[in-house]
């Protein structure tokens, strides 16, 4: 079996900005199965002398870095760069863009021979699925498709007619985004299944250092493991923590690096928390385990999240989760009392949400002995195992 995968946000050594999915979904895959595969990383960037009305200097002098690599492998996987000119942000632009990625790197798909692949795995609307629908048109190759919360191509005409384009012609239709599921029913398109993505099999193992569900403590230990992205509204929780009026009984921790670090770390110092709010650096996945279970909640109120694998893999430590009604994880957890939901753009809500867990242990210890079984929703073992099944079906067809 030949697999080509389209992944735009499959990392790159050394950036934060790339979500590790794809190749965590890859690795996990060819460690079970065996296939040739192979990966195509479409990478936007601007011309220099777009960049100073854009800002984010640094951001696209990294872009244009990755773009010259060419071509790279990551544990014997190849991975091929394909550049393009894009203004991500302005989503019809992008998905304008998105179709002139196939013309301008034609070359590359007689290097590879990407005509004899039985199959294409696109993780993004744009350009992953654009590139994945025009090879499919050229070559004939059947195409799945998996969908991120990419909700704003639905809200012009010009994207949304491609939209239609891309998934009418894939063999199978999937997403980790109950939201974006929900916003493609609303567009009158019914055939996106929902999976929940899977999470490494060590955080299920059994947990050393679980701090005492009961009984008096000396204070409340909250995890934020992420990449500092404005995204993940961190800022949010630091404010939050400085406005409760007992703030000396909490103890923040902070795992993750990124651009927004200085910035976070000067606001700790403006709210006067520098004896609670403690940045740790970066810590590698495996880690996480046997770190995770000596706190008692992780918090990350962000923005949005596509789903939001750190959430399950707290959940799976015995950690409850403070998160927001954005992000796919809450859709798949509603129904489970594991969770605490705050209002992203509201620091007051979350500051309101540590004070009912202070005054309510008892809730929070009930939270924690179901949290690892609702964390089971997600596994990396059967998230490959139903995509192997489709990838046979689409094939065998």
């Known amino acids: 079996m030949k697999i080509l995968q389209i992944a735009s946000i499959f990392p790159v050594k050394d950036s934060p900005m790339e979500n590790p999915y794809v190749q965590q979904f890859v690795a996990h895959y060819a460690g079970k199965y065996k296939a040739e595969i192979v990966v195509i990383k479409p990478v936007s960037y601007l011309p220099k002398v777009f960049v100073p009305f854009k800002g984010r200097k640094e951001y696209w ?3 244009r870095q990755v773009c010259r690599k060419g071509s790279y492998s990551v544990n014997q996987i190849d991975i091929t760069v394909w550049p393009y000119v894009s203004v991500g942000s302005v989503s019809d632009l992008h998905a304008f863009f998105s179709s002139l990625v196939y013309g301008r790197n034609r070359k590359k798909i007689k290097q590879k021979k990407i005509e004899s692949f039985d199959l294409i795995h696109a993780h993004y609307l744009f350009p992953d699925g654009m590139i994945a629908y025009q090879l499919h048109k050229k070559y004939g190759i059947p195409y799945i498709l998996t969908l991120q919360q990419e909700l704003r191509f639905l809200k ?42 899977g999470i490494a099999e060590y955080f299920f193992e059994k947990k050393q250092n679980v701090r005492p569900l ?6 409340l230990k909250l995890l934020s493991v992420c990449n500092l992205l ?9 404010k939050a923590v400085g406005s409760l009026p007992e703030k000396e009984k909490i103890d923040y921790t902070i795992y993750g690096t990124g651009p927004l670090e200085s910035e976070l770390k000067a ?6 928390l520098n004896d609670i709010v403690h940045f740790k650096g970066a810590i590698e996945n495996k880690e996480l385990p046997a770190l995770m279970p000596a706190y008692d909640v992780f918090i990350q ?3 949005k999240e596509t789903l939001g694998l750190s959430y399950f893999e707290a959940l799976a430590c015995g950690l409850p989760v403070i998160l927001t009604e954005n992000t796919g994880a ?12 705050v209002d992203p753009h509201d620091p007051v809500s979350i500051t309101h949400c540590l004070q009912n867990i202070l005054s309510d242990p008892e809730s929070l210890a009930r939270k924690a002995v179901q949290a690892p079984e609702a964390a089971k929703i997600a596994s990396w073992e059967g998230f490959v195992e139903f995509f192997h099944e489709r990838y046979r079906e689409v094939i065998k067809k």
């Open 214 to 219: 009961t009984g008096k403590r000396e204070k």
């Open 267 to 272: 606001l700790v110092t403006k709210w006067d």
């Open 330 to 341: 809450y859709e798949l957890i509603k129904n489970k009392e594991v969770y605490y939901s």
């Open 301 to 303: 109120p962000s923005f």
């Open 61 to 63: 002098a990294q872009k």
């Open 230 to 238: 404005p995204v993940k509204n961190l800022g949010a929780v630091i």
């Open 156 to 197: 012009n005409s010009y994207s949304l007619r491609w939209v239609k384009k891309i998934i009418e012609n894939a063999a199978k239709v999937i997403t980790l985004s109950p939201q974006m599921a929900e916003g493609m029913k609303e567009k009158g398109i019914h055939r996106v299944q929902v999976v929940p993505l």
